[in-house]
């Protein structure tokens, strides 16, 4: 799983959603990466220096798919970019999620917002029983089809305009499921109350965490969350999401 | 084509080295590069206990830069002696250990501590801009910068680096002073101290308020400074603040630095210590020069 | 919606401003931006009789911005008050006079030459690091500003903005001690020195080898020092230092400043004075901000 | 002459010579743009924020000709760009070539190096008689046929490959030619040794100089030349190139 940073091809772009954008890149990566993992995107333009983390959202061979909201001025930048442009990525970075966690278990795969296309490529990959749960602010359902292939899927959107609504635990409820283990990726709130949830049920819960990276390999320790031990680099309570996550136990680590 | 420097009695087979904090203890970055290739790894700096840092959002992008408010979290001089420096050890670079405290007695526990350790020298951080106690203090004050010089110096094994604050009025009077204090050789620009402001959210992007600004943005202070501490001292000067490629390097060189560091580059492009080393020597190809001693502040 | 603000007693229809020494008198971009739509144009710095400024290359860019020796060209106070403030006076903008010098009495000239002359702010420069007596040599000791401020108040007329240099270790005492002898604003960052070096001639990239350092690449440290001067001092600040656009603008706003200018970035794009005033407007409307007041100072 | 700032779309992109590249865009300014002025080009990455100016090279109906040498990064990303592509440019700007200081004389058009460019709308727009003198390093001679039908054409090279070997003035001498009134652009060598020359045999110079600039249109002293009378803007003697040049009567100024 050797790092790199090279200058990949873009074989695709397309609009998914106002504002929300899919991008196939030609890497090597593809080979060794993993649902969870990602891969830090670099602007052409020298005034923005540090790269964007955007998640894995499908794998194929010598492929790989990246699906991101524009958020600023470097997404944007990326969303101008067509089929036949470069792009430097730097990755395949993080530790992804556990597949083996579900073994023989039933799984839950969450998503909110832009944390909804991380759980594609885990969904193409995790065997067993599984329940995808997909909230959306609105109508503008993106990956809704794709998920359709992958297991009975639950959407929830926060103006009702489809599916539950409200969140995805609200689509929980209102379908009554039950899971041994979840996996998600969303806002912080969604985050905590998936943490919570987890807890009280005895459930094992993996979540994928986000904050600003400078480095994203681990050398600057920028991009810490709190964890409930020490850890092992720093010895004190800061595990490194880009390293050391960004996928973690619920319990491990603190919410703010 | 001899591409050595000396700092204070060591050798350095490249005059590229890393900036401290940039670039953890080596380890993360070996990965995309050959640390054998580079002068000297310089560590992130490291107390007397484990420091847990400054509370997240702790960077944020800036034009041309960034600024950071770290905190310096560390392990502690015991888990690193334990863990990175076996680890640099594996390679045939130079090991500098960044060294970070709040009080004397802090920065002279961990210099004492090094003392039989396998490391060359020691850089003093007396200038982080994100710690409230400590740091920065030291370096912004001609006499407590002499002092704390002359009291590392005591205990020190090692030649003692001292790594200035950019964010005082005369940088030249406080490389003579922590020269006066004994210094084997000094090294600049540490971060400038800088705020930004998220004018949506209507709060500061770094949740320190402030947070040290550093990247290309800089390099024209950090020359300026570099040239100016040069001037002013005997001592040798180890250059720093933006440097991204061998151009950015060998301005800082010409302007007097005997050594140079690349910090913030990292995170931009992995491979930028290395690239500097071989940007070194094509110009040096190119123009013919035999000895980089002949670049050394040959720009007056 | 309210973009009105009030700098000392005068008000100004927008907070934005020009930034002295990159607008001249006006009279070049008045070919780009109505000058009515500006909430006031500083002029170029001017002294008592004409300066030659430095000798060529004057400036040089830099990652993000660029450093500027000009040396503060200028025709003197005659020709300046025969020519260029009927020129200005054509526009319904503010017109804010930059003084110069070299000695006290030098600035005390220029003031008392504008007391019965159409102008409605002096701003006063102690932070030129471009030449070698007066200027920065004020800006950089706190009982030299003081001195030089009560100086100036003592003769002018309109009210007085002291121009702080970033180029020290403590902001906040510079404000106190300019507020402490009278000023009645405050204005900053003038730029920060700096130095390029052309690694192929071998030599300054600016024929003063150091200039002043401007631009989006100092706004971190600019918005920093703003903030420091704003919780140091009761008088309004103007912000200045890197601002390209109305989100730039904003920071420094909300960071404390009561206006802001804009410099280089009439360099990038002439019309960018004017986008900055839309840009404000548009922002207040997004967040339904009735008045621009509300935002001065949010950020604490 | 109402300078502005706008996109201009690039029509055309080629090389000429090793370094040398030749761009025509569509723009507005063509009709109010004359010999001997210049545009600013502006970078389009974040980390260059000052134009760059280049001379005119030639005009025709709502199109204008840049010819430029790769100098350093932004000529290097004009460079890359290629038909199609937009550009910001800021002109037209400074004064240009005088016409009529050639009117019933008999005129020298001299350029050197990257100095040629800027004589080829010059030649085209002079009536009368005139000579063309256009030195070059070596055989890459750009724009060499355009000259050609523009009147008599004295080359000389550096390396002796063609014509004259030497500079301008070595071909002035070996054809023995002369004039009444000069028009040169190129490096300040051959322009010092231009206003010799003028001086001595008594013939109008204008010559068009070069300074770093960083606003093109006058406002922040940053391109001056010294000159030889006190300059009305400054009262000092410091003409700047952009505004009040960059074609300067020899005499006017003195060359470093
Ligand atoms: C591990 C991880 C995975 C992510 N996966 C995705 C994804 O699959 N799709 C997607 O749309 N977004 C994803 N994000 C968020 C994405 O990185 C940001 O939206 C993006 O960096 C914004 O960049 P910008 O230049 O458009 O915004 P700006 O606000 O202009 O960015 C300024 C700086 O802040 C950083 N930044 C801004 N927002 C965030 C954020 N939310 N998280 C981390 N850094 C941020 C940028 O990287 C940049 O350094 C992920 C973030 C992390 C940490
Ligand atoms: C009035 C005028 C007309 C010109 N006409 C032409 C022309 O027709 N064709 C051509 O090839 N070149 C011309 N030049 C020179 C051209 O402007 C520079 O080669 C170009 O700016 C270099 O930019 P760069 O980014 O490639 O180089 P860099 O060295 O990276 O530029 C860095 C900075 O220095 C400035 N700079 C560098 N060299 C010069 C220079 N010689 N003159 C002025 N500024 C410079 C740049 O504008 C930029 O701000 C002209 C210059 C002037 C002043
Ligand atoms: C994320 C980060 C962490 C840093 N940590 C330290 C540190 O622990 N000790 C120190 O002396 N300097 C530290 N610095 C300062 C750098 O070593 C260097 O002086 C500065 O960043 C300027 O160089 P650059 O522009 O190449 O990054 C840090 C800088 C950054 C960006
Ligand atoms: C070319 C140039 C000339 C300047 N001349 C003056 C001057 O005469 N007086 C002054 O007080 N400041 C002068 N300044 C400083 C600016 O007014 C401003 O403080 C500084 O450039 C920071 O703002 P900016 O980054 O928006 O340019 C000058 C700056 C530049 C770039
Ligand atoms: S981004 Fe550097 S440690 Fe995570
Ligand atoms: S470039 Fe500003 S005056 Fe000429």
Request: charged letters at 25%; glycine letters at 10%.
């Amino acid at each position: 799983m050797a790092k790199r940073k090279e200058t990949a091809r873009i074989l695709s772009q397309e609009s998914l959603a106002p504002g929300i954008y899919s991008m196939w890149i030609e890497t090597e990566m593809a080979e060794e990466a993993g649902p969870g993992q990602f891969l830090s995107l670099y602007s052409k333009d020298g005034s923005r220096l540090l790269p964007r983390p955007i998640s894995i959202c499908e794998i194929s061979k010598g492929r790989i798919r990246l699906v991101y909201r524009i958020a600023g001025k470097g997404t944007e930048e990326f969303a101008a970019y067509k089929a036949g442009d470069s792009i430097p990525v730097l990755g395949p970075l993080g530790n992804g999620f556990p597949l083996e966690a579900a073994e023989n278990k039933r799984a839950f795969l969450i998503g909110g917002g832009i944390g909804v296309p991380p759980m594609l490529e885990l969904a193409k990959r995790l065997p067993g029983e599984k329940k995808l749960i997909m909230g959306y602010r609105n109508s503008h359902m993106f990956l809704k089809e794709e998920f359709e292939h992958e297991g009975p899927l639950y959407v929830a959107t926060e103006d009702g305009s489809f599916g539950t609504s409200g969140n995805v635990l609200d689509a929980i409820r209102e379908h009554d499921l039950s899971a041994d283990v979840l996996y998600a990726c969303g806002p912080a709130p969604m985050l905590r109350a998936l943490k919570d949830y987890a807890s009280e049920r005895g459930i094992e819960a993996w979540i994928s965490l986000e904050e600003r990276m400078a480095c994203g390999v681990g050398a600057c320790l920028a991009c810490i969350c709190q964890s409930k031990e020490v850890d092992s680099h720093s010895q004190v309570h800061n595990k490194r999401i880009c390293k050391d996550g960004p996928v973690f136990r619920a319990e491990e680590v603190e919410l703010r | 084509m001899n591409l050595s420097v000396d700092l204070a009695g060591v050798t350095l087979k490249n005059p590229v080295m890393t900036a401290s904090g940039t670039f953890g203890s080596g380890q993360e970055y070996s990965e995309f590069v050959d640390l054998s290739r580079l002068g000297a790894v310089v560590t992130k700096g490291v107390a007397n206990v484990p420091w847990p840092g400054n509370p997240a959002p702790r960077i944020a992008e800036t034009y041309g830069g960034m600024i950071n408010a770290i905190g310096l979290q560390n392990p502690g001089i015991d888990v690193f002696v334990k863990r990175d420096i076996p680890f640099l050890r594996q390679y045939d670079t130079r090991i500098i250990v960044n060294v970070c405290g709040k009080t004397t007695e802090d920065y002279v526990e961990v210099v004492e501590r090094l003392a039989d350790e396998p490391v060359d020298m020691l850089e003093i951080n007396i200038s982080c801009p994100n710690v409230r106690e400590g740091g920065i203090a030291f370096g912004q004050d001609t006499k407590a910068a002499e002092t704390i010089t002359r009291a590392v110096k005591e205990k020190a094994a090692q030649p003692v680096i001292m790594k200035l604050s950019p964010n005082v009025t005369d940088i030249g009077e406080m490389a003579k002073a922590v020269e006066a204090g004994g210094a084997d050789a000094i090294s600049l620009i540490n971060t400038i101290t800088g705020m930004k402001i998220d004018i949506h959210k209507r709060t500061f992007a770094v949740a320190n308020k402030t947070g040290g600004l550093s990247g290309p943005a800089v390099k024209p202070v950090a020359v300026r400074m570099v040239y100016q501490a040069a001037q002013a001292v005997k001592v040798p000067v180890i250059g720093m603040g933006g440097i991204l490629c061998a151009e950015d390097a060998l301005e800082f060189i010409l302007a007097g630095a005997s050594a140079v560091s690349v910090g913030t580059a990292n995170f931009h492009n992995p491979y930028a210590t290395s690239e500097v080393v071989d940007g070194i020597r094509a110009y040096m190809e190119r123009y013919g020069i035999e000895d980089i001693r002949e670049l050394i502040g040959a720009v007056r």
